[in-house]
């Protein structure tokens, strides 16, 4: 059974860094598509990084490019979210998500076929 289980998240201020896990079981990291997402109050989810599952390409939001990067450990099975300069308006719920069908595009929620719990991000002003 996949599962999915972010950390990481918590209350920071502006302009402060944050790194965010996403431990996999049940499947390998490797040769798999990852992608995080976010959802604020009031709000739809929305994309915010991915990588590719041969691990070549990493994707990003308008909002969050040149802030966030997306990785991943192969030898923990964990894929990672580093969050530097961040703004009140990155305030969400964080999610880690798995492709397993190497779908297309990844800055779709839909393709995901599993999802990790969340974990909160707040940035004070």
């Known amino acids: 059974q996949v599962q999915l289980v972010e950390s990481g998240g918590g209350l920071v201020q502006a302009g402060g860094s944050l790194r965010l896990s996403c431990a996999l079981s049940?499947?390998?990291?490797?040769?798999?598509?990852m992608g995080w997402f976010r959802q604020a109050p009031g709000k739809e989810r929305e994309f915010v990084a991915a990588?590719?599952?041969?691990?070549?390409?990493?994707y990003y939001a308008d909002s969050v490019k040149g802030r966030f990067t997306i990785s991943r450990d192969s030898t923990k099975n964990t894929v990672y979210l580093q969050m530097n300069s961040l703004k009140p308006e990155d305030t969400a719920v964080y999610y880690c998500?798995?492709?397993?069908?190497?779908?297309?595009?990844?800055?779709?929620?839909?393709?995901?076929?599993?999802w990790g719990q969340g974990t909160q991000v707040t940035v004070s002003s």
């Open positions: 998500a798995l492709d397993r069908d190497r779908s297309v595009p990844l800055d779709s929620a839909y393709i995901y076929d599993n």
């Open positions: 049940g499947r390998s990291v490797r040769l798999t598509a």
């Open positions: 990588i590719n599952w041969i691990g070549s390409s990493t």
